[in-house]
């Protein structure tokens, strides 16, 4: 139980502070945050958690994380669906709560920072793009986050290299999807866009994943160099 309300908890600060800055602050007329803005409130939540929840449930945050983490042998498969349900939970209710403040002032939440490739992706790259951004985007994310927490690694830098690199993911793909690398994050906004978001939803599901099982099978590669 513990581990499951640090996910949900964890998964909603990264969803209402990543989308919120998103949808509230990024197009601000004459002070929006833009694309770095955006970028960097997304590295900061997984941050913030990371060091403030990541010694309850290890901050995963991210279905596809608890997945790659279960590939290279760093977690337990008996709680990886513990952790989806609370990630995908957390995420749901951060977008209601966004969409609550979203609203509040009469607007409509327009495309709610939700995932997209074609006509809905912000610079309108085609389903092959979208796909192959977020399968490397995660290949690389899990990649960094299984060398960060490796026992050989640096201790106590494992969350900031993770925030990071989340950051940096974002400041090169948001023009491509608006990032996902995390189906939870997806699942959230789509259920409140509906439409079109439903019908992409699918992509933001199995990319993120593959790219995850990619970098665990990878992994097991330097795991298996450990000194003896």
Not at 94 to 110: E, K, R, W
Not at 163 to 176: C, F, K
Not at 201 to 213: D, K, N, R, S
Request: aromatic share 10%; with cysteine; proline share 3%.
């Amino acid at each position: 139980m513990k581990k499951f309300l640090a996910e949900f908890i964890g998964t909603f600060w990264l969803v209402l502070g990543g989308c919120g800055s998103a949808v509230l602050a990024a197009g601000f007329p004459g002070m929006g945050i833009a694309f770095v803005g955006v970028a960097l409130a997304f590295g900061l939540t997984v941050l913030t958690i990371a060091y403030s929840l990541g010694h309850i449930s290890g901050a995963h945050l991210n279905p596809a994380v608890s997945v790659g983490l279960w590939i290279g042998g760093r977690f337990d498969c008996k709680e990886l669906l513990t952790y989806i349900i609370a990630q995908i939970l957390g995420g749901i209710a951060a977008a209601g709560v966004l969409y609550l403040i979203t609203t509040g002032n009469g607007s409509a939440i327009g495309n709610f920072a939700a995932n997209g490739y074609g006509e809905h992706s912000p610079g309108h790259y085609n389903m092959m793009s979208a796909l192959i951004t977020e399968v490397v985007m995660t290949f690389m994310f899990l990649i960094v986050i299984l060398g960060a927490t490796d026992d050989r690694a640096p201790k106590g830098f494992a969350g900031i290299a993770i925030g990071l690199m989340l950051t940096l993911i974002h400041l090169i793909s948001i023009p491509v999807t608006n990032t996902s690398v995390n189906p939870a994050r997806s699942i959230s906004q789509a259920v409140f866009v509906g439409g079109w978001a439903i019908e992409q939803l699918w992509l933001f599901i199995v990319a993120p994943i593959a790219g995850a099982i990619l970098a665990g099978l990878v992994y097991k590669v330097f795991a298996a160099g450990k000194a003896s």
